[in-house]
């Protein structure tokens, strides 16, 4: 058994195609790909409304003048 | 490969394009260091964060549907519909999209095209610095990067797109498809964005927001020139036979060819290049009474202007068709401050897009009549078909959509960040507990110091 499809390199590499691991899987290996790039939008823009929220009310104003003299 | 010689040459034009690939990586390094140069030290880890997360999204979204885009939209949707046949190859369940000893080069050639995806999203990251939340411009990078971008290639900038076909489109080094449509797509987000904080005062006169670090900015745009270079090599086919073209060249000569498959060479393109480079830098250093951070981005502007024709120009019009553009840009870039009170952080809109927009336009007067493309039924270039094709890409594809999903993001409260924030630096906001560290530790020693400075008196 191999996940390639090939348990050994006794072949002519001209008949030889694909050679990833679960041939035949292309189809719900794009779908676990793009459900993992919309998940990681969906959480970077709850955490960063979130943290905007949180962060418009952190500065005192000290500490913002300081920021401002950082130029 | 079987055989040798067809080893030897499937093995260099994979080699080849890797190369490139590499190359033009540091196109985005040198995005980084400029954007962080340009940016106030308050905002540095935001500004920097914020182009590099724009690599990870627009590769995933160009395996996931980009790639696709290109192959199967050349003609769709107003000349035919969609091209199944090299468009199905392309999918991202595709099995050429992956470990295959039937398919040695789609993995370097996807990862060319990527790599203007990346650029392409990377321009309008540096006009939206220290006011953009990162989520918004993150949408914004894929839809640049693995929509607009690569529909604009598929239409001009491929051998069997209908621009080409029918408008004589001509756009070799990607004057109109990466940086008009860039410029036009980063002047539609900024107009909706809104300038930063205290850039116009209250009648309205801008102010001048000089970048913090020039040293920073200036490595930045070397490198930038040097993955330009890059580009350059990775816009040619390196070696191709009469025969595999197919089309209406005779005899057996191997030659290097355009995207469109017409004969150019590496020797052509070097001259070009270094000369539209220069003839950049000098206009830029006039124009601009020595201003370093213009003479700099001249240089950048006049390879671009220059690069829609610069697979045939000579070298002398490459550098002033290369000089006409700097000028052109750098005035623009100005009377639109003035008129629209519009706040173009690092000069993105004026380098890439006006100076894009103008060397397609010289283009197709310059090129007038030259064959676009090697096969029979093709328009031949001119000054019509490049000016609408200009049009199309910084207007159509590039300030449209991306006007109209600033607005959406505007209207949802989500474009913009809070002006609390603004004012108080993005990297305090993320990271005050290293802020608050640092200043903490920095008042430490200098009481140590003073204690020790009173100890010894």
Known sequence: MSTIGYESWAVDLAEVGAIYPFQGWEIPMTIVGVIFWLGWHRIQFVRENEHLEKARKMGDPEKVAQQLDRY | ?457
């Open chain 2, 1 to 457: 490969m079987d055989g040798n010689l067809n080893a030897l040459t499937t093995v260099f034009v994979e080699f080849y394009y890797w190369v490139t690939v590499v190359f033009m990586f540091l196109i985005h390094v040198g995005f980084c260091m400029y954007e962080v140069g340009a940016s106030r030290r308050r905002n540095h880890m935001h500004t920097l964060m914020k182009n590099v997360m724009v690599i990870p999204l627009v590769t995933v979204t160009f395996f996931f549907f980009g790639w696709w885009i290109y192959w199967a939209f050349p003609m769709f949707p107003f000349f035919g519909g969609l091209n199944h046949e090299m468009g199905n190859a392309n999918l991202p369940w595709s099995e050429t999209m992956g470990t295959n000893l039937q398919d040695r080069i789609s993995g370097v050639f996807w990862a060319a095209f990527l790599l203007f995806s990346w650029t392409a999203a990377s321009i309008v990251s540096g006009a939206v610095i220290e006011r953009i939340r990162s989520s918004a411009l993150w949408v914004h990078a894929v839809l640049i990067g693995s929509v607009w971008w690569i529909i604009d290639a598929a239409w001009g900038w491929h051998y069997g797109g209908w621009m080409v076909k029918y408008l004589g489109y001509h756009d070799a080094y990607a004057s109109g498809v990466i940086h008009a449509i860039a410029g036009g797509y980063a002047l539609g987000v900024i107009m909706v964005l809104g300038p930063r904080i205290g850039k116009f005062a209250a009648d309205g006169t801008p102010r001048d927001i000089p970048p913090h670090n020039p040293w920073m900015l200036t490595i930045g745009i070397f490198l930038i020139y040097t993955g330009f270079w890059g580009f350059y090599a990775a816009c040619n086919v390196p070696a191709i036979s009469p025969e595999v073209i197919d089309g209406q060249i005779t005899g057996t000569t191997w030659t290097a060819t355009n995207i469109y498959l017409a004969p150019t060479s590496l020797s052509a393109i070097t001259f070009n290049f270094l000369m539209s480079l220069s003839g950049g830098l000098m206009a830029a250093y006039v124009v601009s009474k020595g201003d370093a951070f213009w003479t700099f981005s001249g240089g950048l502007a006049g390879i671009i202007t220059a690069s829609a024709g610069n697979d045939l120009y000579h070298p002398i019009q490459a550098m002033i068709i290369a000089a006409i553009g700097v000028v052109f840009a750098y005035k623009l870039h100005y009377w639109v401050e003035r008129k629209f009170k519009l706040d173009d952080a690092v000069g993105a809109v004026a380098v890439h897009g006006y100076a894009g927009f103008i060397g397609l336009v010289i283009a197709g007067f310059v090129l007038w009549g030259a064959p676009s493309s090697p096969y029979e039924g093709y328009a031949a270039i001119n000054p019509l078909g490049n000016t609408i094709g200009a049009v199309i890409m910084f207007g159509v594809l590039g300030f449209l959509p991306a006007f109209i999903v600033a607005k959406i993001q505007s209207a949802m409260g989500v474009l913009r960040i809070p002006e609390e924030v603004e004012l108080q630096g993005l990297d305090y906001a993320e990271h005050h507990a290293y802020e608050d560290a640092k200043a903490g530790i920095i008042e430490a020693n200098k009481a140590l110091l003073a204690s020790k400075g009173t100890a010894a008196k």
